[in-house]
């Protein structure tokens, strides 16, 4: 795995062990971003469900300000700090173990909130919805927050819902990308 652009282009990155994890490829980060890429600069990022860190470090390395990375995986939260670490960008994130599907009360105690929002849940668990509850609920969304869900097929969403509307959705073989707007 490496970083596609920006400032930490070329630099590559850690997975995390074992299988537990699917990791988004380089060339669908790469799709997304050049989807998003007059979003990403200045933005305050929240990577929910992240992994190995690449779509925070990547909004990082394209410009976003700060970024806020989250996982319920021992695993997954060692990876990303050895990320941050190689990709030398602590000062610009904050790393939280979290049970996303239960609430995000823990992102009441920061000072910022977020205009830009990565998820990609392990696919067809049923997280997605839960999880852009616990978001609304959270009050640590920008009105015309844009949030990205990367998921399968089997949990495809054809509508808006709640203060989500659904503004765009691409499919990459079994994978779908949709593009969430947050209207409070």
Known sequence: ????????KGRKIKAVPGFSTRPTSDRL??????????HVPGSVVLDLFSGTGALGIEAISRGAK??????????????IKQNLAICNILSQAKILKWDISRNLNCLGN???????????????????KPALINLCKSGSLLDKALIIIEHNDQEAFKESFSNFSLKNQKKYG??????????L
């Open 1 to 8: 795995m490496r970083i596609i652009s920006g400032k930490l």
């Open 174 to 183: 079994k994978t779908l990308v949709s593009f969430f707007q947050y209207m």
């Open 110 to 128: 920061f000072d910022f909130m977020f205009d830009l929002v990565f998820m990609d849940p392990p696919y067809a668990k049923g997280l997605i």
């Open 29 to 38: 980060r790469e799709t997304i971003f050049n989807i998003i890429a007059g």
């Open 66 to 79: 700060q970024v806020c990375l989250i996982d319920n995986s021992i695993a997954a939260i060692t990876t």
